[in-house]
C-alpha cells in the first residue's frame, strides 16, 4: 500500500514562490505515474502538473510556464516548485499516483489510486 504526505503549504505573497513536497512509504514512487491537483474554494478540482516514471511531464495552461513538477525517486519524493504566484493559485493542493497510465490521461482525471491529505496555499498580500 503507497501512503502520500504533502507538506510546504502556507502564506506566500504574490509574486512569490513555494516549493511542496510530497514523500511516499510503503512502496517507490519507480512505478507510478504522479501529478499534483488543486482545488479552490468553490470549484471542481483541477490538475495541476503530472510525471511519469521517464520523466514526461503535463502542465495546465494556468501554471505553464510558473510552476514545475520534478521527482526524486532515491528520496521517493516528489516535488511542485511554484513560482510567480497569484491570488487565484490559492487552494489545497494534493500529490495523487496511479500504477498504470500516462501524464495526459492522470492530470486530466481526478480519479487516482492514492491521494496525499493536502496542504493549503494562500496567496495574498
Known amino acids: 500500500q503507497l501512503q502520500l504526505v504533502e507538506s510546504g503549504g502556507g502564506l506566500v505573497q504574490p509574486g512569490g514562490s513555494v516549493r511542496l513536497s510530497c514523500v511516499a512509504s510503503?512502496?517507490?514512487?519507480?512505478?507510478?505515474?504522479i501529478g499534483w491537483f488543486r482545488q479552490a474554494p468553490g470549484k471542481e478540482r483541477e490538475g495541476v502538473a503530472c510525471i511519469s516514471s521517464a520523466g514526461s511531464t503535463n502542465y495546465a495552461d494556468s501554471v505553464k510556464g510558473r510552476f514545475t513538477i520534478s521527482r526524486d525517486n532515491d528520496k521517493n519524493t516528489m516535488y511542485l516548485e511554484m513560482n510567480s504566484l497569484k491570488p487565484e493559485d490559492t487552494a489545497d493542493y494534493y500529490c495523487?499516483?496511479?500504477?498504470?497510465?500516462?501524464?495526459?490521461?492522470?492530470?486530466?482525471?481526478?480519479?487516482?489510486?492514492?491521494w496525499g491529505q493536502g496542504t493549503q496555499v494562500t496567496v495574498s498580500s
Open positions: 495523487a499516483a496511479d500504477a498504470v497510465t500516462t501524464v495526459e490521461h492522470m492530470c486530466a482525471s481526478s480519479h487516482h489510486d492514492y
Open positions: 510503503g512502496l517507490s514512487l519507480d512505478y507510478f505515474v
